[in-house]
């Protein structure tokens, strides 16, 4: 059977059959690479890839990004399943960062370095729920009136991780677990330009806050505003994950998000993040003195009062 690339019903997303990833010859990843600039995210099904294959296939995206410190090859674990097989509780750090995972956003943007592209596979579904949604923030922009284009364009947002889960009423600590940055806050362009294809689309998420040249509470309330009107259908696809898919998207263009489930059964997918490039997705970071909140680590304690 050929490559075939079915489109969704949606501004994003297409199902790639009749390949076998494990065994991908050039002609064939040209066909994916393609695919994937033009839908923004793919999913294979039936690919039951071991570790390694999965990690080769994401390098063919570019350099692998370290998720662990644990983590040698291209693939790492999410899951509430712990080695031991017990069930990740509600007071873990990591079930915290699961359940973050459940707001709309785009990966890494709170490292200087921001994701390029992300790859799931699915181990273990749980019965009911434990989706992962996708939004096409492409169309997004593309829906946007021009005046509010216009008033965009200028604007940039801090991205931070222990902001991002202060909102949901947890507070971050620095382990590495999960590698996040804790010098500082990447700032980043709302309006972001896709490094391969040139298409522009909204680039903010949960991990954004604090537009410069704007309260608190107007740069939440137009982040907020931006996100709700953009992360709707025919923008958005749902993926109900089944055994052996394999997700991939572009974190440059899409906003992703886990939906809730039952936390009483696992969900194991296994990941890779693949890094992106310097030139397009390296931000500055500052030490933002309103992220100082949420830093443990800044020595600047008088600047939390200031804001
Ligand atoms: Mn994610």
Not at 66 to 91: A, H, I, Y
Not at 165 to 174: E, N, P
Request: with cysteine; aromatic share 8%; charged share 25%.
């Amino acid at each position: 059977m050929p490559l075939t690339v079915t489109p969704i019903d949606a501004t994003l997303g297409a199902v790639v059959t009749g390949v076998d990833l494990a065994s991908l010859d050039d002609a064939s990843w040209e066909e994916i690479h393609s695919a994937f600039l033009a839908y923004g995210v793919l999913v294979f099904p039936d690919q039951s890839l071991d570790e390694e294959s999965q990690g080769a296939f994401a390098r063919r995206f570019g350099r692998i990004e370290r998720l662990s410190s644990r983590q040698t090859g291209g693939t790492v674990q999410f899951s509430n399943q712990k080695p031991d097989g017990t069930l990740m509780q509600p007071d873990e750090e990591r079930y915290r960062i699961l359940k973050g995972n459940e707001g709309w956003h785009t990966d890494s943007t709170y490292m200087p370095l921001a994701a390029k592209a992300s790859m799931l596979m699915a181990l273990v579904v749980p019965p009911k729920g434990g989706e992962t949604e996708f939004a096409d923030m492409r169309a997004g922009y593309d829906a946007l009136n021009a005046d509010t284009r216009r008033t965009l364009e200028g604007l940039s947002a801090y991205h931070s991780l222990y902001n991002s889960q202060a909102r949901l009423g947890y507070r971050h600590t620095t382990d590495n677990l999960y590698g996040f940055h804790d010098k500082g806050a990447p700032l980043r362009p709302i309006i972001k330009t896709h490094p391969e294809t040139g298409r522009k689309s909204i680039y903010t998420g949960r991990h954004a806050y604090g537009i410069p040249g704007m309260s608190a509470a107007e740069s939440e309330s137009l982040l907020d505003g931006l996100m709700a009107e953009a992360c709707q259908p025919p923008r958005t696809y749902l993926h109900r994950w089944k055994v052996d898919d394999l997700a991939v998207w572009d974190n440059r263009c899409l906003m992703h998000r886990a939906r809730p489930y039952n936390t009483d059964h696992p969900r194991v997918l296994r990941a890779s993040r693949i890094a992106g490039e310097p030139e397009s997705e390296l931000a500055p970071t500052f030490a933002d003195p309103r992220a100082a909140a949420f830093h443990p680590s800044s020595s600047n304690k008088s600047s939390l009062t200031a804001s």
